[in-house]
């Protein structure tokens, strides 16, 4: 059975570890293609433990850790996914969801938009931003499906004016290179 909890504050630093690994091994699929780093993974994920107004929601199964999926005001979150938004006092940005493949499709990801939503009660608007891949990548898996249909049921809207440039180094490039996010938003 799958348990989901929300952290705050210095209680996400007790799991600051997993959540590290587990960024680097989903991440490392399509459409991410992320060749991680540990010691950059913590010190992101601290600034979650840092900020009194964020939130990582975690999803275990029999006490593992297997999922997870975080949140905090735009305005506290990185320069690079501030940039496109006049007002980014006014935003509250879900930073990204994390799920072992196993465990998809059992209702976590609803779970997730859930908990970072009720945390987010304060905000009326609401965003987050996936990595811009062509159809045509080379290492795109044939039954790669996105998830444009659940975040449409859920209520947000792609912005395509709205994008944020971040680097990183994927598994087939030597070096870091620069990546295309689209947000999505929601009004509420």
Not at 46 to 60: E, F, G, H, L, Q
Not at 87 to 96: I, L, R
Not at 124 to 136: G, I, K, P, T
Not at 149 to 163: I, M, S, V
């Amino acid at each position: 059975m799958n348990d989901v909890t929300r952290l705050t504050g210095s209680d996400v630093l007790n799991v600051l570890d997993e959540l590290a690994h587990l960024r680097i091994q989903v991440f490392r699929e399509f459409p991410y293609l992320y060749d991680g780093d540990l010691t950059y993974e913590r010190g992101y994920l601290k600034t979650y433990a840092d900020s009194p107004n964020a939130v990582v929601v975690i999803a275990r199964n029999q006490g593992r850790v297997i999922g997870a999926s975080t949140g905090l005001p735009l305005i506290e979150a990185e320069a690079e996914f501030q940039a496109p938004f006049d007002d980014p006092e006014n935003w509250f940005y879900f930073g990204e969801s994390v799920l072992l493949p196993e465990f998809r499709g059992q209702g976590l990801g609803h779970a997730f938009f859930d908990h970072r939503e009720a945390h987010a009660s304060e905000y009326r608007q609401l965003c987050f931003c996936a990595v811009d891949r062509s159809d045509s990548h080379p290492l795109r898996p044939k039954n790669y499906r996105n998830l444009h249909a659940f975040w449409q049921g859920r209520g947000y809207q792609q912005q395509a004016e709205l994008t944020a440039n971040f680097k990183w180094q994927d598994l087939d490039q030597p070096a870091e290179t620069d990546h295309s996010l689209t947000f999505w938003t929601r009004t509420r």
